[in-house]
């Protein structure tokens, strides 16, 4: 079946450090990949999109790379601050019905 | 303003019960979807609505029941409450169409007690 998989355990850095989060996917090809932002008690935030023909995606101090031969898209934070901490999210489209399928989420804490 | 709203933002009710949770976009978004998200914070879809036509359902117990009165609108009615229904769900709303993102509400926590 299709899978989105994230690591689940948190992710601790220091400020001023380089975050990078995996999301790796398994019998499918997406087309593109979302990636989320979920703060407590809040709902998901938008943050970027990456297609499959495209390598690398730049926002600000975001950057997604999408890489078809790993099935593996990471998401980086670069000077990141205590502020950037929360849940971030990656998701797709299922099956071609391009709902987002969301993986489980992976928490940054960022440490002052 | 607003782009997805709904209400309640929390619900503590009795097992048995039903109820429901309102939800409104003002995006002009033509696809609205609940997302179920457990214990364990996995983001789980449950019903999309694409110009007041269901057009996927996971596998969610008859229970539940998507409502739209119009296509600003999505509400959750949720019949028998049990306890493992508690969560929290978020509606959102989407342009529909490949790529496009998906806008949040902030949720509602339901607590079946």
């Known amino acids: 079946s299709q899978k989105i998989e994230q690591n689940s355990e948190a992710l601790n850095i220091q400020e001023g450090k380089t975050a990078t989060l995996t999301c790796n996917y398994t019998?499918?090809?997406?087309?593109?990949l979302q990636w989320y932002r979920q703060d407590p008690g809040r709902g998901p935030v938008f943050l970027l999109l990456?297609?499959?023909?495209?390598k690398e995606k730049r926002k600000e101090r975001l950057k997604v790379t999408f890489d078809t031969t790993l099935k593996q898209s990471l998401f980086h934070i670069t000077a990141s601050q205590p502020a950037d901490s929360a849940t971030y999210l990656c998701?797709?489209?299922?099956?071609?019905?391009?709902?987002?399928?969301f993986g489980r989420g992976t928490s940054l804490i960022v440490h002052p | 303003d607003t782009a997805v709203s709904q209400t309640p933002k929390y619900l503590v009710t009795q097992m048995g019960n039903d109820k429901s949770i309102k939800c409104e976009q003002n995006?002009?978004?033509?696809?609205m979807y609940w997302y179920k998200q457990d214990s364990k914070k996995f983001l789980k879809i449950m019903f999309s609505?694409?110009?007041?036509?269901?057009?996927i359902n996971e596998t969610v117990p008859n229970r539940f029941s998507p409502k739209s009165p119009d296509k600003a609108h999505l509400n959750l009615h949720i019949n028998s409450l049990e306890l493992g229904d508690s969560a929290v769900y978020f509606c959102?709303?989407?342009?529909?169409?490949?790529?496009?993102?998906?806008?949040f509400g902030q949720g509602t926590r339901l607590t079946v007690v």
């Open positions: 959102a709303s989407s342009s529909g169409g490949t790529t496009t993102e998906a806008f």
């Open positions: 019998n499918y090809s997406p087309a593109y």
């Open positions: 990456i297609r499959e023909n495209e």
């Open positions: 609505y694409n110009n007041k036509e269901l057009i």
């Open positions: 995006l002009g978004h033509d696809t």
């Open positions: 998701a797709s489209e299922s099956g071609g019905s391009y709902i987002p399928t």
